[in-house]
């Protein structure tokens, strides 16, 4: 089976910091990674090659540096990456980017072979939309599940495992489809020197351009992107209390609590006015 | 996958500046090289107080000076003895290039780029976990499932030598041979580096500190002017004997902060914030630390993993000598392929060529260097003495003292005889 991976390559959270003035985020000096939800994704894609045989190709829409993170998965065993790449794609919103992934996934489909599945993680560590995947599946109109941690063939048709919060479920997919991992459904395996070597003699690695994609400028990018991000607001953080009370009792522990917050000047402010608020409800 | 090859001529364990100095010269001789590096970030791994040594590197890179990051070259060296709050400061200016300082991650990376340019191929992100062995030669190595076989594996694993160790030819890490380094960068400003150390533009300082600024723990300090950042951090002898005794209760980000925080040296970063702090191994005693051999059948060992550092306390070479044997385990490949093939025998002279080296001679001659870096006297009895002679010459509201007077009193106050004085200056001053 063909397999086709999504990989965003985003800049290393824990480090970054958010200009107070401005509310966006420090990207200056910050080493990028790839998605870490990205990777059971691929190691889901790996684990189903090694049991169906086929290829995986893993695709990004990025700058050139991201090329560092392709390098990455062929090093896990991904056959081939695709770098989808231009200026014109730059500044896009989910839309514009689903848009262009899903355009690339047709032009594997028609130029390198039918895509059985596309695998993506499930959000990303830098925005956390989960939307590419849906968004994606939408614009192919292919089925979609979420939250998925394992796939696999029963007696020819595909079905995939994915869990909620206190269950799980099994759904027979017809093929193509696009499913999206659970953040924590599998653990990658670790690079291995010989896809390493692999990698530097065989380069496999295609970077595509609008030139090749040939989208209508005004679906993708800024251009094509309808989300406005209106104001951003960079909420400082409040120095904890440290107050620590053992109480006799929960009713003890309640009374206490409602006390403690009643002595607060804005806590209780806040307490009086949702109280009303209930009080108005009923 | 049958076009992946799976043979080298040679194989670099390490892409630090030793591994990358010798995949350079072997690619650009003609050998086919695999070098392999377990960081994420090429340069990840390593680290050094700051300053580098030029002249072995320009043997390998006549473009150092004009090509590689060179942040400053240094034309002040600095040497202060602290005890307490009394700081006693030497100073020496030069305008020849000799060492310079930079960041290590940046120089390594340029290294590499070096390497990969030569043709030499680059795998990051792997570690290699095993040197295999046939018929006691060393064939090739081993990561993960895969093999890969080379005529002669070149081992620059830096200082935690856990390939050498799992090989037996070398013991498990001896606390008496190597100290611990610890590290801040301090973001002061490209401006004020160069008015608070009185710098001109791309001039550097290079600063060692001796005394209780690491608190009776045979060591020092150091400070480097980099671009807009100063390095500092102190250098800590490990011994079984302050592990076992744990006769130093703390940690050393305390000892680190006390220097930071020391009155004489904190103005020099004021206002300034921490950007980078890291910690590494650093030897401390090159001869004990060395392996028995350099070179052994299918194997040449270069750089910390074959124990050439200097560290004589005022000034450490550990760079520049990591690429200068770089350039001998290249050299000695060469040889081995022009008279006959890349064999043990051929491959010994690898031996001779590190230990007629100027490093090994340099290491042999400063050998006393390590037992005076250990002694209570350079630590703490020396700075003292010193640093109270000045108080005698200068602390004084009405009378000063005659310097000879001020000596001869500091000496009985720290009960030092003026004979054991004598010998024991000529003793330092023959060791370093």
Redesign the interface.
């Known amino acids: 089976m063909r397999i086709v991976v999504g990989m965003k390559w985003v800049p290393g959270t824990t480090s970054v910091r958010i200009d107070p003035k401005t509310g966006t985020l420090i990207r200056e000096g910050v080493p990028s990674i790839v998605n870490p939800h990205d990777m059971p994704a691929v190691e889901l894609s790996l684990r189903l090659k090694d049991k169906y045989k086929g290829e995986v190709i893993a695709i990004s829409m990025a700058p050139p540096p991201a090329l560092k993170g392709l390098e990455y998965l062929i090093g896990m065993g991904v056959d081939r990456g695709i770098l989808v790449s231009d200026r014109a794609f730059a500044g896009a919103d989910t839309l514009a980017t689903s848009y262009v992934i899903a355009k690339t996934i047709e032009k594997i489909n028609r130029e390198i072979g039918k895509v059985d599945l596309v695998i993506f993680g499930q959000e990303t560590i830098d925005s956390s939309t989960a939307h590419i995947g849906a968004q994606t599946a939408s614009w192919l109109n292919w089925p979609y599940i979420y939250y998925v941690h394992d796939a696999k063939f029963v007696d020819s048709k595909f079905v995939v495992e994915r869990v909620l919060e206190d269950a799980v479920e099994e759904w027979e997919v017809e093929l193509p489809a696009i499913i999206a991992t659970h953040m924590k459904a599998l653990k990658p395996r670790p690079v291995r020197l010989i896809n390493k070597i692999r990698y530097k003699v065989e380069k496999p690695i295609m970077t595509w351009t609008n030139a090749e994609l040939k989208l209508d400028p005004r679906c993708i990018g800024l251009k094509g992107s309808p989300t406005i991000v209106s104001k951003t607001v960079n909420v400082p953080e409040v120095p904890r209390k440290k107050i620590v009370y053992t109480p006799k009792s929960g009713e003890d522990a309640a009374k206490w609590i409602i006390e403690t917050l009643m002595k607060d000047d804005k806590a209780s402010k806040v307490l009086m006015k949702y109280l009303s608020m209930e009080g108005e409800a009923q | 996958?049958s076009?992946?090859?799976?043979r080298f001529d040679v194989v670099v364990v390490g892409a630090g500046p030793a591994g990358s100095a010798a995949a350079y010269l072997l690619a650009k001789k003609g050998f086919s090289v695999?070098l392999?590096e377990r960081g994420k970030?090429l340069g990840d791994k390593n680290m050094f107080g700051g300053k580098v040594y030029a002249q072995p590197i320009r043997e390998v890179w006549p473009e150092l000076d004009k090509e590689a990051p060179i942040h400053r070259w240094v034309t002040k060296e600095r040497i202060s003895m602290v005890d307490g709050e009394k700081v006693l400061t030497v100073e020496y200016r030069t305008e020849k290039k000799v060492s310079f300082v930079t960041y290590l991650t940046q120089l390594t990376q340029w290294m590499i780029k070096k390497a990969e340019g030569a043709g030499a191929?680059?795998?990051?992100?792997?570690t290699?976990e095993e040197i295999l062995m046939r018929d006691n030669r060393v064939v090739g190595i081993r990561?993960?499932?895969?093999v890969?076989e080379a005529d002669a594996v070149i081992d620059a694993e830096g200082v935690n030598r856990l390939l050498l160790e799992r090989l037996g030819l070398v013991k498990k890490l001896d606390p008496d041979t190597v100290g611990l380094g610890v590290k801040e960068v301090l973001k002061v400003g490209e401006g004020n580096i160069e008015s608070r150390f009185g710098l001109d533009k791309k001039e550097g300082l290079a600063w060692a500190i001796v005394g209780d600024i690491t608190k009776g723990i045979p060591g020092g300090g150091f400070i480097y002017t980099n671009k807009d950042t100063v390095s500092m951090g102190l250098v800590l002898h490990l011994s079984k004997k302050l592990l076992d005794e744990g006769s130093f209760e703390g940690h050393v980000s305390s000892l680190i902060e006390g220097f930071r925080l020391h009155p004489y040296f904190k103005p020099y970063w004021k206002d300034a914030i921490i950007s980078e702090y890291g910690g590494h191994l650093t030897i401390t005693d090159a001869i004990k630390f060395a392996p028995s051999r350099f070179a052994y059948p299918g194997l040449l060992i270069a750089g910390d993993a074959a124990g050439l550092l200097l560290s004589l306390g005022y000034t450490f070479r550990g760079v520049d000598y990591a690429v200068y044997s770089g350039k001998l385990a290249a050299d000695a490949v060469e040889y081995a392929r022009n008279n006959g093939g890349v064999n043990y025998e051929n491959l010994q002279v690898y031996d001779d060529y590190i230990r007629k080296s100027f490093m090994y001679e340099e290491i042999m001659r400063h050998r006393g260097a390590i037992t005076l870096m250990n002694s209570f006297e350079l630590m703490s009895k020396y700075p003292k003495l010193l640093t109270k002679v000045m108080e005698k010459m200068f602390e004084a509201e009405y009378k000063h003292e005659v310097i000879y007077n001020s000596l001869l009193q500091a000496l009985k106050e720290e009960g030092i005889s003026p004979f054991n004085l004598i010998s024991q200056a000529f003793m330092m001053v023959k060791g370093i």
């Open positions: 996958m076009s992946i090859p799976t695999l392999v970030g191929l680059l795998a990051s992100e792997v290699v990561s993960g499932p895969d890969i």
